[in-house]
């Protein structure tokens, strides 16, 4: 699922990037897809806020929103290959 610039959401199929469907959500005032899941939170001019995800699937948590673990980059100055530029 994709949400475009007009507001609509895209069905994409995850297999072969062919899109499947546009779909007319409504009118909304912000929206964003959730580029480690599924999902696409929309918020209406009200201020309604909604999940929408494909039919059939799976529950989310809320780990699910959150981004990948990713190692951490050594510190500025340290050099991990100490003695390297030495020889």
Not at 50 to 61: E, Q, Y
Not at 62 to 87: H, K, Q, W, Y
């Amino acid at each position: 699922m994709l949400l475009c610039h007009d507001g609509k959401i895209m069905l994409v199929r995850q297999e072969t990037g062919e899109k499947q469907a546009v779909v007319d959500v409504g009118p909304i005032a912000r929206g964003v897809h959730n580029v480690w899941t599924d999902a696409v939170m929309v918020v209406s001019q009200r201020g309604h806020v909604r999940c929408i995800r494909p039919k059939n699937a799976p529950p989310l948590t809320l780990i699910d929103f959150r981004p990948p673990a990713v190692a951490n980059p050594s510190p500025e100055g340290s050099d991990t290959d100490a003695g390297s530029e030495n020889e």
